[in-house]
């Protein structure tokens, strides 16, 4: 299993134990919302019965009375009793500034609360959703010979509606919190991840300045020694030192400040596909066309690093034959410029299309899966581009789109 596929096989495992954590948390919570549920049915069962026994109790001492109506007072059930046609005829625990206090007052025999104004909308609604939550709980009562159905409809208590959306709180803030650490860490991490990079950068060009200068006096003292100007090895020898110079000075050149310059992408774009073509196969044919006349701020030895690794993906998806096409195009209404690099390769699977792009991927045994990163890195950090991978089909070719800004008012950024 490779990095990538080992990380997403624990990022989803993380998932699944979150999902299993979340589901356990509401599983439970609707364990004890159901069990409280239970309870209060039973609460609103009690006060139903106690309320029929003080209508239906005609003569009894006041000890019984006193004590019916401390168990039904003691009940704290949101309630509301209709007759058998629907008539609001009791209520309880309701909102006392939109109910007549004077029913209640009257019911104690207390008249020391003034009658405020009865609002019908409200017990309306409040009925409505009495009678969503719970089936309702029929009574008979006889009065003075006279039998009527009342049905007592009651809510959630405030407990179990503070039940019901608690988990839901919680896991929000637990899914806040994971998100903030995520994003710090992650910051952290690619933070750690720049230094490194720039500090092997760094070091890398200051390890190849020594031998370089080197194989450079070693070069024109074989020039001085065996008079050879014309000599075509010597001459490559020489290409090939510059090469190594500039990619010393491109290793050098991370985590800086690059200088841009505006430059005929068409020329710089040529200039290196004519240098790699002759380190490549003869199978393997290379066409640059499109726009001759479009400009682009450039960092040239960044941005030949960038045309040097996706040509070097595009030699290597053609197993030694086949086709590499550049086009540039020239956007002026949203000035940009546009390179488009094809092969006629082995082609990228759709689900591996930015997963390329991640450091350390590679399908070459002997790759450090670091090129596209880098590229990515120039493009983005270094030129404000974007580089994605246009188009792709398996055994059919490749096409990666450069895309980067032609004005002359851009700030460069630092990785």
């Known amino acids: 299993m ?14 699944a134990f979150a999902v299993l954590i979340a589901g356990a948390s509401l599983w439970y919570t609707n364990y004890l919302v159901k069990n409280i549920s239970v309870a209060e049915r039973t609460r609103a069962e009690v006060w139903a019965l106690s309320n029929k026994k003080i209508l239906e109790v005609v003569d009894v001492n006041d000890e019984f009375i006193t004590f019916i109506y401390s168990i039904r007072d003691s009940l704290e059930v949101p309630a509301i009793v209709t007759n058998s046609s629907g008539k609001i005829i009791f209520w309880k625990g309701l909102d006392s500034t939109k109910t007549n206090m004077k ?16 609002d ?3 017990f309306k609604n409040e009925l409505e959703q009495m009678k969503a939550q719970h089936e309702p709980i029929h009574i008979r009562v006889t009065s003075f010979g006279v039998n009527d159905e009342q049905l007592v409809y009651y809510k959630d208590s405030v407990l179990i509606t503070r039940l019901r959306i608690f988990p839901y709180i919680q896991l929000a803030l637990i899914a806040l919190f994971l998100l903030i650490a995520y ?6 991490r690619k933070s750690e991840q720049n230094l490194v990079w720039v500090g092997m950068a760094k070091e890398t060009a200051h390890q190849l300045g020594t031998p370089i200068s080197s194989l450079m006096a070693w070069v024109e003292l074989l020039k ?10 010597l001459l490559e020898m020489e290409n090939d030192m510059k090469r190594l110079e500039i990619v010393a000075d491109r290793f050098s050149k991370i985590g800086s400040k690059p200088v841009l310059e505006n430059r005929v992408v068409y020329a710089v774009v040529s200039d290196f596909v004519n240098y790699f073509k002759f380190r490549s196969s003869d199978k393997i044919s290379f066409q640059v066309h499109g726009d001759k006349q479009a400009q682009a701020l450039l960092n040239i030895p960044l941005f030949d690093w960038v045309l040097e690794n996706l040509l070097k993906n595009a030699v290597n998806a053609l197993d030694g034959a086949g086709s590499i096409d550049v086009h540039i195009l020239d956007n002026l209404v949203k000035e940009q410029v546009i390179i488009d690099i094809s092969d006629s390769g082995k082609g990228i699977p759709k689900n591996k299309f930015e997963t390329i792009f991640q450091p350390g991927y590679t399908t070459r045994k002997r790759g450090w899966g670091l090129g596209l990163s880098l590229t990515r890195r120039i493009i983005q950090n270094y030129h404000s581009g974007q580089i994605f991978v246009k188009d792709s089909e398996i055994e059919r070719g490749t096409t990666f789109r450069i895309i980067l800004k032609s004005n002359a008012n851009y700030e460069p950024t630092t990785a």
């Open 183 to 188: 994003f710090v860490f992650n910051s952290t």
């Open 224 to 233: 001085a020694k065996f008079p050879a100007d014309d000599e075509h090895l």
């Open 2 to 15: 490779n990095p990538y596929a080992q990380k997403r096989f624990w990022k989803f495992m993380l998932l």
């Open 103 to 118: 029913l209640e007052a009257q019911e104690r025999n207390v008249d020391k609360l003034k009658q405020k104004k009865y």
């Open 120 to 122: 019908p909308e409200y």
